[in-house]
């Protein structure tokens, strides 16, 4: 057992630090948040020189071998940053999925130029009957010739807006709600009959809906078996919800360093506010839940490498249920703690508070991911 | 960053294990087991098999005659205890005042009273709150006023804990009404077999003899029974609260108990079917079971840190000592409510290994159950010892969060 970092990891801890110092504000953010793109196509570019979109990617592949530590890293980051770039879809989900469960071809296809910057991707796993249910894919994959075609239509696709392609989960035997019959599929924004209704979300970044209407694919843009792909989805789900935990934990900490500095300074009745014990007990109790929300994220990270598919489910579902509901007390009190300060838009912590909430909803909630972790009891 | 046990771990655990299964004498693993009422002797018998095998103190440095082992070899130690079910040794001696002795304490006291520890000799307990001295322990009254080469101790200490066994007590005393209360207190070794001492049992609430009132009416002490200097007591009182506060934590055994609830609600029937497959209840279950990853994390990584730093341990305990009564609390509440009607009955011979339940009475009444409900009214005491959860976010807020 070692809880120490090591100095690489430090080292790219403190560049990303300074990056964000610097080149993320928060002007800059709400500036992005409002245009059309959604997020810097710059700082896109410096992360890759950065190299961390190539960080969690293996070196035969031009990757740096790194691991989920160092995505927990970068993505504790992401958080404090408010980063808005495509970070979680591209490398986390999209290239850890294409790491995990592609042919060796397609690897040397997609990876370098995914590490390089070039490419985007989203994983286009949810549909609005599925809820937060993966296997729940009414989308049909229907042989063609020598390869397929796909019908059908993914809901809230995060970052899609931006993804030059989409890797779709869709069903090529069984019942909408099988386990087995679901598949994975490669797809070019580009290809005949994908469309996307784009939109904001809540928390300032971009996502669509992507329409599949008789899309033509060739056999190659199959990943993993036609009858197997729900694991190798919910592989690329455990590593996003690790990751969204490590956010969630970046925030989280940030959301408490501003509520601290808020008590200290604000004054009311002719002292801070700081100085009354009601304030100090849940600041105290946010802190708590901070240090306990971190070591769940460490839980998570250091399963999302596995193999092995229930360790890691109960890592990354018990991470997110017990994550869910620290952001959701230190987000509301921090909110609370700022009074009218903290329900208006000009300050950072009403940001803070909307990404949390926002990672609750995203890859299962609390309830969710409670349920998932009961139902295995150990 | 890693969470796996290293192979030199794994084995350490194996050895651990092994001599656990070996030397760990079946009465008592079976009084463990089954929450009968745990005896003096039956920890002081386990101290000795500890010291002759040389782990009679797992958390000392080499050089006092401890393991010297890093905080991840006593957490496994701690976590094989728990789970084989060896009683816990005595943390007034061993995890409290040892490391005060060590730190403050002249080497003639050191040389005398650490080895009789070690070996368990001697039965230490605690005279630190009165019945005015309670959270604010600085207002504490009971005097030493020094004459010659001894000091007379007048009194009264209370919810002192196996007094009734104790060869020897560490007090907190007055010995100056100057300046702030807590200049005025000095930190005194006394024997428990002084004239003057008289000592009256305190029944809890589960109806068990735990805690005491102890009067001192005249108590001579030697001076040389004084720890460090004279009114800096309070210093090495809350040096020794911090240790204490890290031993609250509790991880291993709160992994037993997680392991025997779910046993119990398996066992128990509600709706025609094991009670765990009851969502309601299995989700209760599952948040407190969350709650225990976090904090077995969280433990071992707020010790890792200290250790890395060469420092000791600091106000972050409290998180510790909060988080880890409240599990305690919830499991020992859990493991209760899963007996449903059955948690009713009150046998206080259940406690003793002798007893049998008449067989009718039996069909419904499980070997773990009597203790079940007293386990949860004796627990109450975790979040109100060794600093309450408000004192406790009262020390995070000032000395970690700077309010």
Redesign the interface.
């Known amino acids: 057992?070692?809880?120490?970092?090591s100095n690489e990891?430090l080292a790219l801890q403190e560049t990303l630090q300074r990056f964000i110092g610097r080149d993320y504000g928060f002007e800059r953010r709400r500036e992005l948040t409002r245009s059309a793109l959604g997020f810097s196509a710059g700082a896109w570019a410096q992360y890759a020189d950065l190299g961390l979109l190539s960080l969690p990617f293996p070196e035969q592949f031009g990757g740096l071998g790194g691991n989920a530590?160092d995505v927990m890293l970068v993505m504790e980051l992401v958080g404090r940053g408010l980063l808005l770039e495509p970070f979680l879809s591209t490398i986390v989900m999209c290239g850890g999925l294409i790491r995990d469960s592609a042919s060796d071809e397609l690897k040397r296809t997609m990876l370098p130029r995914i590490g390089a910057g070039e490419i985007k991707l989203a994983l286009a796993c949810c549909e609005a009957a599925g809820r937060y249910e993966l296997s729940r894919v009414a989308c049909a994959a229907v042989r063609s010739g020598g390869g397929w075609r796909l019908s059908g239509q993914k809901t809230v696709v995060l970052d899609a807006p931006s993804a030059d392609y989409f890797l779709v989960s869709a069903r090529t035997g069984g019942d909408a709600a099988d386990a087995r019959g679901i598949a994975v599929f490669l797809v070019a924004r580009e290809a005949a009959g994908v469309t996307t209704l784009a939109y904001p979300t809540q928390s300032g970044g971009r996502a669509a809906d992507v329409r599949l209407e008789n899309v033509a694919v060739d056999a190659n843009a199959l990943i993993g078996t036609p009858e197997t792909g729900l694991a190798v989805v919910e592989r690329a789900v455990d590593r996003g919800i690790a990751a969204l935990c490590a956010e969630a934990v970046g925030i989280i900490t940030a959301l408490n360093e501003a509520t601290?500095n808020h008590?200290?300074t604000r004054k009311q009745f002719g002292v801070p506010i700081?100085?009354f014990?009601a304030l100090?007990?849940r600041?105290?109790?946010m802190?708590?839940a901070a240090?306990?929300?971190?070591?769940?994220a460490?839980?998570a990270?250091?399963h999302a490498d596995s193999d092995d598919a229930a360790e890691r489910r109960r890592a990354a579902s018990?991470a997110k249920?017990?994550i869910g509901q620290a952001a959701r007390l230190v987000g509301q009190q921090a909110v609370q703690m700022h009074g009218a300060m903290g329900v208006v838009d000009d300050l950072i912590v009403s940001h803070y508070f909307k990404r949390l909430t926002m990672i609750d909803m995203s890859l299962g909630d609390v309830d969710f991911h409670?349920?998932r972790?009961?139902?295995r009891?150990a | 960053?890693?969470?796996?046990?290293?192979p030199e771990?794994q084995e350490f655990r194996a050895r651990v294990r092994a001599f656990f299964e070996a030397e760990l004498p079946a009465d008592i693993r079976d009084r463990m087991r089954l929450g009968k009422r745990i005896r003096k002797e039956d920890m002081v018998r386990w101290q000795h098999i500890l010291f002759r095998h040389g782990w009679g103190a797992v958390m000392w440095p080499a050089h006092f005659g401890g393991t010297g082992w890093n905080v991840?070899q006593q957490h496994i130690f701690e976590e094989e205890r728990a789970d084989i079910g060896a009683p816990p040794q005595n943390a007034f001696s061993l995890k409290m005042l040892a490391p005060v002795l060590m730190t403050f304490a002249n080497s003639a006291q050191q040389e005398y009273f650490l080895p009789r520890i070690l070996a368990g000799e001697d039965w230490w307990c605690q005279g630190y709150s009165e019945p005015g001295s309670g959270s604010d322990l600085a207002s504490l009254r009971t005097s030493a006023v020094r004459h010659g080469d001894h000091f007379l101790v007048n009194g009264q200490k209370t919810w002192n804990t196996f007094g009734q066994y104790a060869d020897w007590i560490f007090c907190l005393v007055r010995t100056s009404a100057e300046g702030r209360p807590q200049q005025g207190i000095s930190f005194l070794l006394i024997d428990m077999k002084s004239p003057g001492i008289t000592l009256k049992p305190i029944t809890m609430l589960d109806g068990e003899h735990e805690i005491n009132e102890i009067w001192f009416d005249n108590v001579q002490v030697p001076v040389e029974n004084m720890v460090g200097d004279e009114n800096k007591g309070w210093t090495y009182a809350k040096f020794l609260l911090t240790h204490e506060r890290t031993n609250n934590a509790g991880i291993g055994s709160c992994k037993r108990a997680l392991n025997k609830l779910?046993e119990i609600a398996a066992e128990q029937i509600a709706y025609g079917r094991p009670l765990?497959d009851d969502?309601r209840f299995?989700?209760r279950?599952?948040?407190v079971?969350?709650?225990l990853?976090?904090?077995?994390?969280?433990n071992?990584?707020v010790l890792?840190?200290t250790a890395?730093e060469s420092r000791a341990l600091g106000p972050?305990v409290s998180?510790l000592k909060?988080?880890g009564s409240e599990i305690q609390q919830t499991l020992a509440e859990l493991q209760m409510q899963a007996l449903g009607p059955d948690a009713l009955p009150y046998v206080r011979e259940a406690l003793e290994m002798d007893w049998t339940a008449d067989p009718v009475f039996a069909e419904h009444y499980r070997p773990y159950a009597p203790p079940l409900s007293g386990q949860y009214f004796n627990l109450r005491k975790t979040t109100i010892y060794a600093g309450s959860t408000?004192i406790?976010?009262?020390i995070?807020?000032?000395l970690?969060?700077?309010?």
């Open positions: 057992m070692d809880f120490s970092y990891q530590v601290l008590l200290k700081g100085n014990q100090q007990h600041m105290a109790d802190f708590i240090e306990q929300a971190r070591s769940m460490v839980i990270a250091v018990g249920a017990y409670l349920a972790f009961s139902d009891l | 960053m890693d969470l796996k046990y290293t771990e991840i779910k765990i969502t299995r989700d279950i599952a948040q079971e969350l709650e990853m976090a904090l077995e994390i969280t071992l990584r890792s840190a890395d972050e998180v909060i988080k408000e406790q976010k009262n995070i807020a000032q970690i969060l700077g309010l």
